[in-house]
């Protein structure tokens, strides 16, 4: 069992940063990949970010590409999301979510573990 808390949101104007951190319990984070993901009022959850066990691979949403940064400290069982040159259409809940598998995946289905999500708002 693996439990997520996620922290760091919080409101910002565009053009502004925000560091999200996912901290996770469990002696065997590092045997997990670690995704993020977004899901706006009426819209479904979307995947933005994913990066391997040992952080050998890191996949981004185009949307995201080029602004925001996944890294993983497996000592400190946390994963971080770096959101740079935020925009008015990143506001969301942002999520993140444990997969035991070893391939890449954009499916939410195929995550094990979630947390509870931190609200993350980009004010024009």
Excluded: H
């Excluded at 899901?39 to 959850?45: M, V």
């Amino acid at each position: 069992q693996v439990q997520l808390v996620e922290s760091g949101g919080g409101s910002v104007q565009a053009g502004g940063s925000l560091r999200l951190s996912c901290t996770a319990s469990g002696r065997t984070f590092s045997s997990y990949a670690m995704g993020w993901f977004r899901q706006a009022p009426g819209k479904e959850r979307e995947f933005v970010a994913y990066i391997s066990w040992y952080s050998s691979s890191r996949n981004y949403a185009d949307s995201v590409k080029g602004r925001f940064t996944v890294s993983k400290d497996n000592a400190k069982n946390t994963v971080y999301l770096q959101m740079n040159s935020l925009k008015p259409e990143d506001t969301a809940v942002y999520y993140c979510a444990a997969d035991r598998g070893i391939a890449f995946s954009v499916k939410t289905d195929d995550y094990d573990y979630w947390g509870q999500g931190t609200q993350v708002t980009v004010s024009s």
